[in-house]
């Protein structure tokens, strides 16, 4: 079923009120739906599943990246709960993002655009006292860190950081998984992308000067090199590198 849909987001102070409106005018409650919306990747438009408790439809939209109201040209397949169209889809088309929109709200100590969270953080550890040298991952969810490859990477320094930042300890790694930030704001997810990365990076130059720790922004890394040890999809890029050590005395 194709149809034409207009958007218009607005924050309610209200609710109440609201509800009592749309009963005095004999509104059908169907009650309360958890959607999980999954977007594939499409040449173009956009591609999405949503599975719920009430609501399941295979949605097809193109709509343009502005403020304000915006026009969608919409088809609309509808479905059934446990269908295996997902995994019809899943094997098809590459996933773009999940979407839980009854999920809790990310709390965090820095601004993401629309709350998409596209950047990742990645630790190579060269001298840490107690932290076995490797590459680990940053579990932002459980906050811990997640060993990826126990090896000594001290010869390859130089390509995960710059070849002008001598003996760092360690050195914290920004990836930006695009896609992410991609399905809702199109190409201004890889700058969006990078300006996360700074927010991200000014609370790290800012404990470290609290604990002592010297620290130094330096994207003189190679890409490939980068990618191949994290293992990275196509999706998710290297975009920014800061080197922890022992401050230099003067």
């Not at 919306?37 to 408790?53: A, C, I, P």
């Not at 953080?121 to 990826?148: M, R, V």
């Amino acid at each position: 079923m194709e149809h034409l849909n207009v958007e218009i987001k607005a924050k309610c102070q209200n609710q109440n009120s609201i509800r009592e409106i749309l009963k005095l005018n004999k509104a059908d409650f169907k009650g309360i739906d958890r959607q999980i919306d999954t977007y594939f990747k499409v040449n173009s438009g956009r591609l999405k599943l949503r599975e719920g408790n009430i609501e399941n439809s295979l949605i097809f939209y193109e709509r343009e990246n502005k403020e304000g109201p915006k026009q969608s040209n919409v088809i609309l397949f509808k479905t059934t709960k446990d269908s295996s169209l997902k995994e019809i889809l899943t094997k098809l088309f590459e996933i773009l993002a999940i979407v839980d929109k009854n999920r809790e709200p990310e709390r965090r100590t820095y601004p993401s655009g629309g709350a998409r969270f596209p950047v990742e953080l990645y630790l190579f550890s060269f001298n840490i006292e107690g932290l076995d040298k490797g590459a680990y991952h940053y579990n932002i969810k459980e906050e811990k860190i997640e060993l990826l490859l126990k090896k000594d990477l001290t010869n390859k320094r130089r390509e995960l950081i710059s070849p002008y930042l001598e003996n760092p300890a360690a050195v914290i790694s920004f990836t930006s998984v695009i896609s992410r930030s991609e399905v809702k704001y199109g190409y201004r997810a890889y700058p969006y992308s990078l300006i996360e990365s700074g927010h991200m990076g000014q609370n790290i130059h800012l404990k470290c000067a609290e604990l002592g720790i010297g620290s130094c922004s330096v994207s003189g890394f190679v890409d490939k090199i980068i990618a191949e040890l994290l293992d990275l999809t196509e999706d998710e890029i290297p975009i920014y590198t800061i080197g922890l050590g022992k401050k230099k005395r003067i």
